[in-house]
């Protein structure tokens, strides 16, 4: 258990829930932990387990199996003491409208025995935090769905959880309130208090958490810190080319020999992008003119076989120009990812060249780090759910 | 104010919280239905009145006036509008809500959240659907009385009205939580139109359960019927000189009846709070 400050404070040991007249388990022999003052993120596809799993944390459902500790409370056991000790942000607004936002909080606070007094103060210091006390007396209705999570976010904090649960507390926010709300929780990391988090939006989660556990049919995937993931994974560096191999070239065969040069730990096919390529932002794309004689030049400086060539090529107008969806509309192009071991600069030079060397066309090269979404789409595969 | 403000420091995160007293969390979720039922005072009014209102005053004043009802009827109908209102009251009260609570909104949750058994949290909703079912058996009394002209005044009698329309406005609660809980949101409304009809129609409302002896099956129907005893007990104990069901009998009945339905809507409510 990579502690921070102290022994667990959410404990999952082997849980199992099999939902009425489902053929699988929903949750199938899930185990981890979660240290105080540690922020983790629970990732994984839809319908993969994460919403059932927090649903026992939070005991809304009840496990079929294993055992849950959350704030030294078993969750199954006694399932009212373990609600003092956490608290929950859904996904969607369940605000009470009968209440204005002040209310909320104070009668929120007053559901977890804190006094009146003490919770309307509390709740005061936390529509400030928030940015909420101009609009703490107006009905709920009236509030943006930022303003909502925000004060969801700010009701949760009212009773001083052990645990914080959130489920995807930055869904559709506007960046300012989506900086607030990491903001927040670094802070609530700070003081202690567990964080366990849901989300979609890993790129952004992966600045804050701690570490991360990846769940799909109902087991855990990998659990590591973000980066240890992301090196692990998917290594150091993503280099994407756009290619139309020669006439005649097998697609899957010209994938491989990528695969074989030194330095690439996998190539692998990636589906055509039908809008303008080089879709990552800050990569290098659509090759031009420009780009194929910077593409020549590097590969002929690096002084490595078949860089001359590449250079001829270039000049003979092998190399595609344009790099867009205009000649041939993209039809017979590939789009293959390599995933580097080390420096992509370094291996752009032989991968062009490999690709000259079986007359393959070049039409945009992308250069990229790989995220925490790459370990994802890696581990739990392309498919929607 | 921004995100790098300084938050006040509470209690450390890895002390472990105490958990608050059972009484005490129980008196907060209450406390915020209580509120809600202050600001609505209006709306009981008219959910109250209208019907109970109208029924007495087409039965009485309309009906009276021609000739084809006699001038006793307001007398017995009273009693059964009053047991009417806090059963019915009670019924609508806890319903409604629930259905949008446990809807999309999912409201509810907050209070599911709260340290406390989560059966405390549907019993203070019958508690808070009794009060309201009182309320309105308290307010129909002097409105009825208005409307009609006079009403039956028998302050002895008053201790045993109170505890019947108690019970049945615990049951109606009980009955409304049960089915707010179990049916899906797009049956509601049909089937409250399938109970609550014939709960009012065979409630003994607008008639003496004991005279009911010359239709003997529709005598066997309407005391199947819970309502049948919060009229009759109402009955009673403002008119004892009129033919009715013992005091002791709808009290038994409806204490056996409040048991059963606390219990299987105390069971619905967690079944559909916890899965």
Same mark, same amino acid.
């Given at each position: ?274 809008? =303008?390529? *080089? @879709? #990552?932002?800050?990569?290098? %794309? /659509?090759? $031009?003119?420009? +780009?194929?004689?910077?593409? !020549? &030049? ?6 490595? =076989?078949? *860089? @001359? #060539?590449?250079?001829?090529? %270039? /000049?003979? $107008?092998?190399? +595609?120009?344009?790099?867009? !969806? &205009? ?21 752009? +030079?032989?991968?062009?060249? !490999? ?31 | ?275």
């Amino acid at each position: 258990m990579p502690s921070r400050d102290g022994p667990a404070v959410v404990e999952v040991d082997d849980l199992v829930k099999r939902y009425p007249r489902a053929d699988t388990n929903a949750v199938d022999g899930l185990s981890f932990t979660v240290a105080p003052g540690e922020i983790f993120g629970l990732f994984g596809p839809n319908g993969a387990g994460k919403s059932t799993t927090v649903g026992i944390l939070t005991t809304r459902l009840r496990a079929t199996g294993g055992r849950v500790v959350v704030g030294g409370v078993d969750v199954g056991r006694d399932p009212a003491a373990a609600r003092a000790q956490l608290a929950v942000v859904p996904q969607h607004n369940n605000l009470d409208r009968a209440l204005t936002p002040r209310q909320n909080l104070v009668y929120h606070a007053t559901y977890h025995g804190v006094r009146r007094r003490e919770a309307q103060a509390r709740a005061a210091e936390l529509l400030e935090r928030f940015g909420l006390t101009e609009r703490a007396d107006r009905r709920i209705e009236a509030y943006s769905g930022g303003m909502a999570q925000r004060l969801m976010i700010a009701r949760a904090l009212t009773h001083e959880p052990t645990v914080l649960f959130l489920d995807e507390p930055t869904n559709a926010l506007d960046p300012q309130t989506r900086l607030l709300i990491w903001g927040q929780l670094r802070e609530l990391r700070a003081r202690g208090v567990a964080i366990v988090l849901t989300t979609h939006a890993m790129n952004e989660a992966a600045r804050v958490v701690d570490r991360v556990g990846i769940v799909d049919h109902g087991r855990l995937l990998t659990l590591d810190t973000p980066t240890n993931l992301v090196r692990g994974l998917a290594g150091d560096a993503l280099l994407d080319l756009t290619v139309t191999p020669a006439g005649g070239d097998d697609p899957d065969a010209l994938c491989a020999a990528l695969g074989e040069l030194t330095g690439v730990r996998k190539a692998e096919r990636l589906a055509t992008p039908t809008g =303008p390529p *080089g @879709g #990552r932002p800050g990569g290098l %794309a /659509g090759v $031009g003119a420009g +780009g194929a004689a910077m593409l !020549a &030049a590097l590969a002929a400086g690096g002084g490595r =076989p078949g *860089g @001359g #060539r590449l250079a001829a090529l %270039a /000049g003979a $107008g092998l190399l +595609g120009r344009g790099g867009g !969806a &205009a000649g041939n509309g993209g039809r017979g192009r590939l789009r293959i990812r390599l995933h580097l071991a080390g420096d992509a600069a370094t291996l752009l +030079g032989p991968a062009v060249a !490999a690709l000259a060397a079986r007359s393959a066309a070049v039409n945009a090269v992308d250069i990229s780090e790989p995220s925490l979404e790459d370990v994802f789409i890696e581990l739990t595969g392309r498919q929607p759910r | 104010m921004t995100a790098l403000d300084t938050p006040t420091p509470l209690r450390p995160a890895t002390e472990p919280r105490s958990r608050p007293g059972t009484g005490r969390v129980f008196a907060a979720v209450l406390r915020r239905d209580l509120m809600v039922t202050g600001r609505e005072l209006w709306v009981i009014l008219v959910q109250v009145g209208l019907t109970p209102l109208f029924m007495l005053f087409v039965f009485d004043t309309v009906l009276g006036s021609q000739g084809l009802v006699g001038r006793g009827f307001a007398d017995v109908f009273l009693p059964g509008i009053i047991a009417l209102a806090a059963l019915t009251t009670a019924l609508q009260s806890v319903a409604l809500p629930l259905v949008k609570e446990f809807g999309f909104t999912m409201e509810i949750e907050d209070r599911l959240m709260a340290p406390l058994p989560t059966g405390y949290v549907a019993i203070g909703k019958l508690v808070i659907a009794t009060i309201r079912g009182l309320l309105a058996a308290v307010l129909i009394y002097p409105l009825g009385a208005l409307m009609v002209g006079s009403a039956p005044w028998r302050p002895a009698g008053l201790p045993l009205a109170f505890v019947v329309a108690l019970l049945g406005a615990w049951i109606g609660g009980a009955i409304g939580m049960s089915l707010a809980t179990t049916l899906p949101v797009q049956r509601i409304n049909v089937t409250f139109s399938v109970i609550l009809t014939p709960i009012i129609w065979t409630g003994c409302i607008h008639y003496p359960w004991p005279r009911l002896s010359s239709v003997p099956w529709y005598q066997v129907v309407t005391a199947l019927n819970p309502m049948t005893y919060v009229s009759e007990g109402v009955r009673g104990a403002l008119l004892p000189g009129v033919p009715h069901l013992p005091g002791w009998v709808c009290l038994t009945v409806l204490t056996g009846v409040a048991v059963v339905l606390t219990w299987v809507s105390v069971r619905c409510f967690n079944r559909r709070a916890i899965q």
